[in-house]
């Protein structure tokens, strides 16, 4: 008997017992339903997180810090020893930490090293206030512009790889805010921006030889400002999201966000001191260079993290948490294994004396295994399309309205179905299904011809 005539015979016999089959594959598609979402949702999680880096790091960089809780987010339990280059931290469980910075002096040391092309500084500045001549003040917190920065401009331009010192990119939330109709309105304009200005230490001296209270010193201090005016060289877009957490976010020059920051802190313990910074390596794209170049830094006495390890650890917890609602999904198709073997079985019962006709006829019981190991592979081919099309459907339901509800962009769905991976599912599960037939088949091969025609 041919293998298109067994395919054949296979898919009348599960025609004639419509309920029983349908009822065993969808007890296949649940579990397939429940995987192939968590494929989707795996590689949707995947995309989004390669977004976030592709659009805010350079994959040439390295992040270089002093302290290892800094790469590793890890404390020590041990009491901490003071150290002037230590920067007080939130506290964890009611105890204060510090982490270790890295000072002006590990910058150079840093830029010293072998195949550094060169260093920036991470630094967020956190302004007084910004103002336009005639509105309301407001609070700003200002980064350096990246250049592997992906921004959404809705008016201006970023000269590349920065922008122009004392410029800054506006984001769109403080249009209205400044008294801006248009974000075309706002590029060329200049605003305001204050940062506390740390007393001179002559003037402090000057104010108490003075009669000046503590007091006094205190409140003038809080009042000392720096006022620098900016022009506007671009307004960003509201953020997609894989540019988290910028919705306020001014971006400056590197060079200018550095003297003010440096200006704010002089006389501080934080003065010149940076919790980590970005080491970027000649020919980065390189991994060897790129892992040579970590590797100098860390023997240098610095903990050193590529951005693709940072990338690396963010997807592990994803693949964690996936690998969780996958088990389950397993777990329902193991248990429809049972309910294929189960259907084969009262399948063998109920056609025993169809299979000692076959077989008196001249059937081979190879060709009659066969039959029953096919019907299971069309049960499992069946489960698996009716499991994979239900996913693929909510899927298409789905993405619309968790893209509005997340802000993610067109075309940047959490559900991304891979149709190669919806492939290889349904034929595991068919080679599952075979297996699962195994033993019934095997039941109907060994069957007596001579009693299975007697068997009423």
Do not use: C, H
């Not at 195949?115 to 206030?129: A, D």
């Not at 980064?143 to 984001?171: F, H, V």
């Not at 079985?345 to 060709?367: C, F, H, N, P, W």
């Amino acid at each position: 008997m041919t293998i298109p005539d067994i395919i054949r015979r296979s898919a009348r016999s599960l025609k004639s017992a419509k309920a029983r089959t349908l009822l065993t594959a969808f007890a296949i598609s649940v579990g397939t339903f429940a995987l192939t979402l968590t494929l989707a949702a795996s590689n949707g999680a995947q995309n989004f997180v390669d977004g976030v880096i592709e659009d805010n790091f350079d994959p040439a960089e390295i992040i270089v810090a002093n302290d290892e809780a800094i790469i590793s987010g890890s404390t020590s339990t041990e009491p901490q020893k003071y150290d002037d280059d230590f920067a007080t931290s939130a506290s964890q469980a009611g105890a204060t930490i510090q982490v270790k910075q890295l000072n002006s002096n590990d910058i150079e040391k840093l830029k010293d090293i072998k195949g550094v092309e060169f260093v920036r500084e991470n630094i967020e500045l956190n302004f007084r206030y910004i103002t336009r001549k005639g509105e309301a003040k407001y609070i700003a917190t200002a980064q350096a512009l990246s250049p592997a920065q992906k921004l959404d401009l809705l008016a201006g331009e970023r000269k590349e790889p920065y922008i122009d010192e004392e410029t800054i990119i506006l984001p769109k939330a403080y249009l209205e805010s400044l008294g801006f109709d248009k974000a075309k309105d706002a590029v060329g304009e200049t605003v305001t921006l204050a940062l506390p200005k740390p007393l001179d230490e002559d003037e402090i001296v000057k104010m108490f030889a003075m009669g000046a209270t503590q007091e006094d010193v205190l409140e003038k201090t809080q009042k000392s400002l720096e006022k620098r005016r900016f022009e506007i060289a671009g307004i960003m877009n509201e953020p997609s999201a894989a540019q988290p957490g910028t919705e306020l976010y001014l971006f400056m020059n590197p060079t200018d966000i550095k003297q003010l920051n440096n200006l704010s802190k002089k006389g501080s313990d934080d003065y010149k001191k940076y919790n980590f910074a970005f080491v970027r390596a000649k020919d980065g794209e390189n991994e060897d260079k790129l892992n040579a170049v970590k590797d100098r830094i860390q023997d240098a006495g610095y903990e050193a993290q590529t951005v693709k390890e940072a990338q690396e650890f963010l997807t592990q917890i994803i693949d964690i948490l996936e690998g969780i609602v996958a088990a389950f999904g397993f777990i329902a198709v193991i248990a429809s294994v049972f309910g294929i073997i189960n259907t084969m079985y009262i399948s063998v019962i109920q056609r025993t004396r169809e299979i000692g006709l076959m077989k008196a006829l001249g059937m081979k019981g190879r060709d009659i295994g066969r039959l029953f190991r096919f019907e299971a592979a069309l049960i499992g081919l069946l489960g698996g399309v009716l499991g994979a099309g239900g996913a693929l459907i909510t899927g298409a339901l789905l993405n619309p309205y968790i893209n509005e509800t997340i802000g993610l962009d067109a075309g940047d769905e959490l559900l991304r179905f891979d149709y190669n991976q919806i492939i290889v599912l349904i034929l595991i599960l068919i080679v599952i299904s075979i297996i699962a037939g195994w033993l019934p088949s095997r039941k109907a091969t060994k069957l007596d011809p001579i009693v299975a025609l007697r068997t009423e």
